[in-house]
T-cell receptor, first 114, second 113 residues
Framework: EAGVTQSPTHLIKTRGQQATLRCSPI?????VYWYQQALGLGLQFLLW???????NRGNFPPRFSGRQFPNYSSELNVNALELEDSALYLC?????????????FGPGTRLTVL | AQSVSQHNHHVILSEAASLELGCNYS??????LFWYVQYPGQHLQLLLK??????LVKGIKGFEAEFIKSKFSFNLRKPSVQWSDTAEYFC???????????FGTGTKLQVIP
């Protein structure tokens, strides 16, 4: 069974640009989660999508946004990039989105903002 | 807001030593608790989880964790570590529904052969 996949592996942008990160969940999973892992800050919850709808978001500004497509894949967009957005962005998926469902993580996209 | 504390940032042990990694959380209501592990060059993966029932939870690779509600703790233990346990370990808490998981900052474990 294929795991969660993310693309690209690395992304280099400059301040003010926009970044688009992509995630494909495990087949059969409807929920997708995005996390930011910045140096020294641990993983911070960004967004949760389930069945195409945004269900919850963490304490991040509105320039962090995303969407979930009908095939349950997801896109994270970061507008007006700032230097502190440099981080590893992890995507996870779960079967439904119930509290008892395990989240399975992808390898991440390393975003570097210069 | 929910917070998760992992007080040990870097732990170095010799093989066969016993391991205990601390995890404390702040939420006073019903919580679901997790330990994840990230081996070098690999994805985050679930070690074990607690939702309800027996507060002593057994996970993969001989790890276990005990939920102590009165202490807001969910410490990870292993009686005898191996070199292959070298990894970063993350405690995580899901509280208040809506699948908002809060992670600790992680503990890097280095096991010396």
């Amino acid at each position: 069974e294929a795991g969660v996949t993310q693309s690209p592996t690395h992304l280099i942008k400059t301040r003010g640009q926009q970044a688009t990160l992509r995630c494909s969940p495990i087949s059969g999973h409807t929920s997708v989660y995005w996390y930011q892992q910045a140096l020294g800050l641990g993983l911070q919850f960004l967004l949760w999508y389930d069945e195409g709808e945004e269900r919850n978001r963490g304490n991040f500004p509105p320039r962090f946004s995303g969407r979930q497509f009908p095939n349950y894949s997801s896109e994270l967009n970061v507008n007006a990039l700032e230097l502190e957005d440099s981080a590893l962005y992890l995507c996870a998926s779960s079967f439904r989105g119930a509290a008892t469902d395990t989240q399975y993580f992808g390898p991440g996209t390393r975003l570097t903002v210069l | 807001a929910q917070s998760v504390s992992q007080h040990n940032h870097h732990v170095i042990l010799s093989e066969a030593a016993s391991l205990e990694l601390g995890c404390n959380y702040s939420y006073g209501g019903t919580v679901n608790l997790f330990w994840y592990v990230q081996y070098p060059g690999q994805h985050l993966q679930l070690l074990l989880k607690y939702f309800s029932g027996d507060p002593l939870v057994k996970g993969i690779k001989g790890f276990e964790a005990e939920f102590i509600k009165s202490k807001f703790s969910f410490n990870l233990r292993k009686p005898s570590v191996q070199w292959s346990d070298t990894a970063e370990y993350f405690c995580a808490v899901l509280s208040g529904g809506y699948q908002k998981v809060t992670f600790g900052t992680g503990t890097k474990l280095q096991v010396i052969p």
